[in-house]
Structures are given as structure tokens and as C-alpha cells.
């Protein structure tokens, strides 16, 4: 008798923790800010101390929304960045979580920004980091009125036309982040002849 009720003392501290902890995760979602998000973002803590170089175009308060809704895979894509041994991968696809958790590494092939189209996803987001070379990305804000192919479910991708992206250069370590908010392209090379390896992880979107 003396044992059931351990075990039942020992079972329900385990429910307040674990309460305790979700309640907490879900406070700091809830009451960010973009004064708090800037300061946590700046912090890197979630970067696990490596060298990943944030660009200064990433919504930082959708950053922190969407980590602390979803740390364990954020924490499983940020892991997989910091391998050692990225550079050494071959191209192809890496299921990181399942289908929560995906990532592609695979080398750039246009120079020409003009064939590179604008790209929106819903499901997903998407964290693209340069392992080597150097290239080019964009962003604009996701404009309804400008789609130019309907959304498909199955690739993830509405296609848009617009004028109004911004393009940033990226070098090795350069980390790029894309909501279903930001129509972007990916990767055009600098220079033609150059090798671009990048990795793009997807981690799926929580509203």
C-alpha cells in the first residue's frame, strides 16, 4: 500500500513538471514582444553557441514565435547545421523528424536572377544556409494580389511576380529564414562557374 501511494505521489509531481513546463513555453510564445525577441534572438542561445551567421532580414519576433512553438525540431535543424561535417555531405534529402523535419542539400544552378522564380510556402518554412560559395537571395513580402500560380499542396509552393524583393548577398555560415509570409528565392550564384553548396531545412508551420 505504502508503494502505490509513492507511485502515485511520484505520478503526479510528474504531471505538475511537465505541466509546468508546457505552461511555460507557451507563456513565452504568448508574451513576446519585438523588444524581448530581439534581445533572445541577439543572445543565440538557440544556436547552440556555433557560428551560424543570422541575416539581418529575418523577421526576428516570427523567429521566436515559431521556436518556442516548435523548439524540438528548431533544436534538431539548428543541430543538424552544426554538424562538423555538413560540408561533407552529399547532395540529396535528410529526414531529420519524420515529415516534420526535412532537410535538402544540393548545389545551385542558375546565375541569372531572372530565371530563378519567387516562391511561397504555407505548410512549411523554410531555413536556408550556405555551406559553400557565395550567392544570392531575396525576399518580399507575400502579396495575394501577385500570385501567379495557384498554391500546390503537393510541392507546398504558391508562385508569385513581384517587384518588390530586396536581394542579399550570402557567404558560408549565412542563415536565411522564410515564413509563409516572405516570397524569396533561393540561391543564385554570384558567379556562374562558381559551386554554390546549400542546405535548405523544412520544418513544418505552426499557426
Known amino acids: 500500500?505504502?508503494?502505490?501511494?509513492?507511485?502515485?505521489?511520484?505520478?503526479?509531481?510528474?504531471?505538475?513538471?511537465?505541466?509546468?513546463?508546457?505552461?511555460?513555453?507557451?507563456?513565452?510564445?504568448?508574451?513576446?514582444?519585438?523588444?524581448?525577441?530581439?534581445?533572445?534572438f541577439k543572445g543565440k542561445t538557440w544556436s547552440k553557441g556555433t557560428a551560424i551567421n543570422p541575416h539581418s532580414s529575418i523577421n526576428v519576433l516570427e523567429f521566436a514565435k515559431q521556436y518556442y512553438k516548435n523548439q524540438k525540431y528548431w533544436d534538431k535543424a539548428i543541430e543538424f547545421l552544426n554538424n562538423p561535417d555538413l560540408d561533407k555531405l552529399k547532395p540529396g534529402k535528410y529526414n531529420i523528424d519524420s515529415t516534420f523535419v526535412v532537410a535538402t542539400i544540393s548545389y545551385a544552378e542558375n546565375s541569372d536572377t531572372g530565371k530563378v522564380k519567387w516562391e511561397v510556402h504555407r505548410k512549411f518554412l523554410d531555413l536556408q544556409y550556405v555551406i559553400s560559395g557565395s550567392a544570392f537571395y531575396a525576399i518580399a513580402p507575400f502579396n495575394k494580389k501577385e500570385i501567379s500560380e495557384a498554391y500546390n499542396d503537393s510541392t507546398d509552393m504558391t508562385r508569385v511576380i513581384t517587384n518588390k524583393g530586396k536581394y542579399y548577398k550570402a557567404t558560408p555560415g549565412t542563415l536565411f529564414v522564410f515564413f509563409p509570409s516572405d516570397a524569396h528565392k533561393s540561391a543564385i550564384k554570384e558567379k556562374a562557374d562558381e559551386i554554390v553548396k546549400r542546405v535548405v531545412i523544412k520544418i513544418i508551420y505552426k499557426y
Not at 508503494?3 to 505521489?9: A, E, P
Not at 505552461?23 to 504568448?30: A, D, L, P, R, V
Open 1 to 40: 500500500m505504502k508503494n502505490i501511494k509513492q507511485n502515485l505521489t511520484l505520478f503526479a509531481l510528474l504531471l505538475i513538471i511537465l505541466s509546468t513546463c508546457s505552461f511555460s513555453q507557451i507563456s513565452k510564445s504568448n508574451t513576446l514582444n519585438k523588444e524581448s525577441a530581439k534581445k533572445w
